[in-house]
């Protein structure tokens, strides 16, 4: 079984790379803001109260997004394995992560890091936020936030899987098919 975490500042492309790791490898792909999307748009209590951070540009607290991803990953029970995307982001989370798996007797393989400027990132996410409507993606002070969130909570997930000899970084500038097989013959020379 293969269980991925790739991660990135907002706008990296982690949405984009997840859908192709995870037809190539058979995965389940769990995004964090498709989860989030999900909930809001079912008005579910969880994803209400997602929505009031998101909307301020702040990560959701961890209890509501691990009540969120331990569901998504229960109703598949069957899974060759899961990629997460956008989760964890702080060192907390990736413990409880890693409890939750442990008491299912499985593990995470191995997490890939797409690095990209943060002023390409805003570009993309500026376009994308126009293209798609989505409010917290349109703001450059919203998005300003969210890169700071990463790169004080996010970042030490570095060292965290660094010291399990799980973590890789992936160039995430270029083509889209050129990153994608830069993932691609990682993963291949890790399983």
């Known amino acids: 079984m293969i269980n991925l975490i790739l991660f990135g500042k907002p706008g990296s492309g982690k949405g984009t790379q997840a859908e192709f790791v995870k037809k190539k490898y058979g995965l389940i792909h769990i995004s964090t803001g498709d989860v989030f ?10 994803g209400l109260l997602a929505k009031s951070y998101m909307e301020k540009g702040d990560l959701v607290p961890d209890n509501v997004t691990i009540k969120m991803l331990e569901a998504e990953v ?8 899961f990629i997460f995307d956008g989760f964890p982001r702080t060192t907390l989370q990736a413990e409880i992560l890693d409890d939750f798996l442990q008491n299912k007797n499985l593990s995470i393989t191995m997490t890939i890091a797409l690095d990209v400027d943060e002023d390409i990132l805003t570009e993309r996410l500026i376009k994308r936020g126009k293209e798609s409507g989505r409010v917290d993606d349109q703001d450059k002070s919203k998005i300003k936030n969210r890169f700071e969130e990463y790169n004080n909570k996010t970042s030490k997930l570095i060292e965290y899987y660094n010291n399990q000899n799980k973590f890789y970084q992936v160039e995430g500038l270029g083509d889209i098919n050129e990153i994608t097989q830069r993932i691609y013959n990682l993963i291949d020379t890790k399983i």
């Open 37 to 46: 999307r999900y909930n809001i748009s079912k008005k579910t209590e969880l």
């Open 74 to 81: 229960n109703k598949s029970p069957n899974a060759k394995g």
